[in-house]
Each structure stands twice: as structure tokens, then as C-alpha cells.
């Protein structure tokens, strides 16, 4: 079975320009989240999605950021304009609901790094 | 205030001793909490999971848990060289799931 599909891994742009970073969860799983990964901030959560639904998006920096999921195979993550300080690496995790084969294991894609010139 | 604490180390063990890291939350709220190991470069993958009070075993690693002094900790016996990496505490409250800076450490052989 595939695990979670990020894309692209690795992305280079220039400030101002529109980011687009992709995820494909797990088949099955109704939980996704973005994640943030940088050396000063740690794993910071940006946005979660029950059921394609955005539940908590209080971690999303600012305006700049917008994310959605329409549909239950298929999540974006977008920035613009981007900036220098947006350089990070971004994970998007999917997990499956309460269940019988439920453990709480956060199922992690390999990551989108963004550099911002 | 983060939702959860760790010192960010170096810690740094001998092969073959005891490696301890701890993690610090900051209120009562009913929770479950994750240990994950991230190799540099890599995705953060899932080493245990414990979700009431009290030590739970896995091979080389222990997850302690005390909700009442609001601390989280894991044990690593017999450090390998292999186990050098960053170790993050993840917190879960209701669905929502908060890491913690993580915890470098280095097993010097």
C-alpha cells in the first residue's frame, strides 16, 4: 500500500511567486495535516482536515497561506506571495479514524523543501 | 506558551547507557502522547505510544507517562550509534496533534 505522496520534494522560487505544494494521503485515512518543519521553530501544525473538512487552522501564519482539500484523495498547500522567511520543509501526515486497528500513528509523507530566494 | 516542552539538547551518551529524554506539557487536559524518532533528512516515524499513566515497555525503549507532574518521558537502554537522531514528543488533545522542538541525541560509540 502506498504511503503519503508529497510533491514536489524539493522547490526553489523566487519572493513573491506562488508555491503550490501537493499531498496524497493514505486510502482510508479521514484525518490529514500540514506541518511546518524549520531548525528555530520545530514541527509547528498549520492545518488539519477531518473528512476533507479544515477543523483547525490556527497555526496557519498569516494570509499568505491558504490550504484545501477537495476531495478525499488530494490536499494542497499554497503560499503567496512567498517569502524568504517561508523556507522550510513542509510535511503533510495522514492517520485513519477511531477504529479497531486505531493506534494513533501519524503516517508522514517524505516532505516538500521550499527555498525561498 | 508552547503546549509542550523539551530541552533541545545535545544530549550525548555512551554506547551502551542509558539515554533519557523528557517532555513537559503545560495543563491537565486528558491527552494521549507519541515518541517519534527523525533522522536528518528524513520524516518523523512513530517509535511508541502511551496513553495513561505509568511505564510502558518496547524492547530497548520505555515511555513513561505522569499526568498528575504533567511529564512525559522515554528511555533508551543499551544506546546504539544507531540511535542518533532527533527524538520528538507529540502530544494528542482531542484530535489535534502538537509536537514537541524535539531532543537531538548523539550515542558516541
Known amino acids: 500500500d502506498a504511503g503519503v505522496i508529497q510533491s514536489p520534494r524539493h522547490e526553489v522560487t523566487e519572493m513573491g511567486q506562488e508555491v503550490t505544494l501537493r499531498c496524497k494521503p493514505i486510502s482510508g485515512h479521514d484525518y490529514l495535516f500540514w506541518y511546518r518543519q524549520t531548525m528555530m521553530r520545530g514541527l509547528e501544525l498549520l492545518i488539519y482536515?477531518?473528512?476533507?473538512?479544515?477543523?483547525?487552522d490556527s497555526g496557519m501564519p498569516e494570509d499568505r497561506f491558504s490550504a484545501k482539500m477537495p476531495n478525499a484523495s488530494f490536499s494542497t498547500l499554497k503560499i503567496q506571495p512567498s517569502e524568504p522567511r517561508d523556507s522550510a520543509v513542509y510535511f503533510c501526515a495522514s492517520r485513519p479514524d477511531r477504529g479497531v486497528t486505531y493506534t494513533g500513528e501519524l503516517f508522514f509523507g517524505e516532505g516538500s523543501r521550499l527555498t525561498v530566494l | 506558551q508552547k503546549e509542550v516542552e523539551q530541552n533541545s539538547g545535545p544530549l550525548s551518551v555512551p554506547e551502551g547507557a542509558i539515554a533519557s529524554l523528557n517532555c513537559t506539557y503545560s495543563d491537565r487536559v486528558s491527552q494521549s502522547f507519541f515518541w517519534y524518532r527523525q533522522y536528518s533528512g528524513k520524516s518523523p516515524e512513530l517509535i511508541m505510544s502511551i496513553y495513561s499513566n505509568g511505564d510502558k515497555e518496547d524492547g530497548r525503549f520505555t515511555a513513561q507517562l505522569n499526568k498528575a507532574s504533567q511529564y512525559v518521558s522515554l528511555l533508551i537502554r543499551d544506546s546504539q550509534p544507531s540511535d542518533s537522531a532527533t527524538y520528538l514528543c507529540?502530544?494528542?488533545?482531542?484530535?489535534?496533534?502538537?509536537f514537541g522542538a524535539g531532543t537531538i541525541l548523539r550515542v558516541k560509540s
Open positions: 482536515f477531518n473528512n476533507n473538512v479544515p477543523i483547525d
Open positions: 507529540l502530544r494528542e488533545y482531542g484530535n489535534k496533534l502538537v
